[in-house]
């Protein structure tokens, strides 16, 4: 089993929908939670982060993170064709001294007009 | 303000070749690290510079090496190239919070090995 488990779709939706986006993982000691966006052919590029549970907005972005079930998600509100990409969860927690990034291995994000 | 920077974009080399991909890191940033995303799959960390010292790494073999110079720019050394080196090669900059939080990546360089 991975330590970050993330459903790789492609998840297809209609333009203006609300998308949900999702991770599991395993590792109790992950205390930092991000998003990442990456377009085809190119760097991720980070969308928002959150520290422990509890929710956070950023415009149409909404990340929640349950620790208790060791779940996230990432909503979407008025989904657009720009958003369109595949989008990465990453999470971090103390390991020798450092905070290390474990990714998911990506939901691939289709929106269409 | 400069964001992070690879080069090559694209390489093409042969089975048991040397390969050295370079990263400037983004103006204020003293942490980089590298990863390999192989298609279809997240960002794998292979290793973390911070002030000039290795501070982390992954699990992959010692023919993976790098390097951070004083300007915080980074460099990524592969030696005796396998097939499955292909991938694409991201480097990530940080700011000096300590939990990578907000790494910024590069639009990464797309290494294949023949």
């Known amino acids: 089993q991975k330590e970050v488990e993330q459903d790789p779709g492609p998840l297809s939706v209609p333009e203006g929908a609300i998308v949900s986006l999702n991770c599991t993982y395993s590792?109790?000691?992950?205390?930092?939670f991000m998003w990442y966006r990456q377009y085809s052919r190119k760097g991720p590029e980070l969308l928002m982060y959150t520290y422990s549970s509890g929710n956070k907005e950023d415009g149409r972005f909404t990340a929640q993170v349950d620790k208790s079930s060791k779940y996230i998600s990432l909503f979407i509100r008025d989904s657009q064709p720009s958003d369109s990409a595949t989008y990465l969860c990453a999470m971090s927690g103390p390991s020798g001294g450092s905070y290390i990034p474990t990714f998911g291995r990506g939901t691939s994000l289709i929106v269409h007009p | 303000e400069t964001g992070v920077t690879q080069s090559p974009t694209h390489l093409i080399k042969t089975r048991g070749q040397q390969v050295t991909l370079r990263c400037s890191s983004q103006s204020g940033h003293n942490t980089v690290s590298w990863y390999q995303q192989a298609l279809g799959q997240g960002p794998q960390f292979i290793f973390q510079?911070?002030?000039?010292?290795?501070?982390g790494r992954g699990n992959f073999p010692p023919r993976f090496s790098g390097l951070q110079f004083p300007n915080y720019s980074s460099e990524l050394n592969v030696n005796a190239l396998e097939l499955d080196d292909s991938a694409l090669y991201l480097c990530?900059?940080?700011?000096?919070?300590?939990?990578?939080?907000?790494?910024?990546f590069g639009q990464g360089t797309r290494l294949t090995v023949v």
């Open positions: 990530a900059s940080s700011p000096p919070t300590g939990q990578n939080t907000e790494a910024f």
């Open positions: 590792n109790s000691a992950f205390q930092y």
């Open positions: 510079y911070y002030r000039e010292e290795e501070n």
